[in-house]
């Protein structure tokens, strides 16, 4: 939200100070990396669903990462409902 609301005083910076801010903000996600055994111990279906959001938003970008996690979970929700 903010990024959208400061995005005209970001234009003029360069890309590499923006792909730096961007690396920061990333930072407590890469620490992660350390507990992924632990994620696997306590439950597999979470754990690649926080495997593959963190890949989709490397590889795309943060808002399509996280409404991949998003749908992924609520279809999980939605599947262990019982009927």
Do not use: E, H
């Not at 005083?9 to 792909?19: D, I, K, N, S, T």
């Not at 696997?40 to 938003?57: H, M, R």
């Amino acid at each position: 939200m903010v990024i959208y609301a400061a995005g005209p005083l970001l234009y003029w910076l360069p890309m590499c100070v923006l792909a730096s801010i961007i690396v920061v903000g990333l930072k407590g996600m890469l620490i992660q990396f350390r507990d992924l055994r632990k994620y696997w111990n306590v439950d597999k279906i979470d754990w690649g669903i926080w495997v593959s959001t963190y890949i989709f938003s490397i590889c795309f970008a943060a808002n399509v990462g996280l409404l991949f996690g998003v749908v992924c979970t609520v279809a999980i929700v939605i599947g262990r409902f019982p009927r």
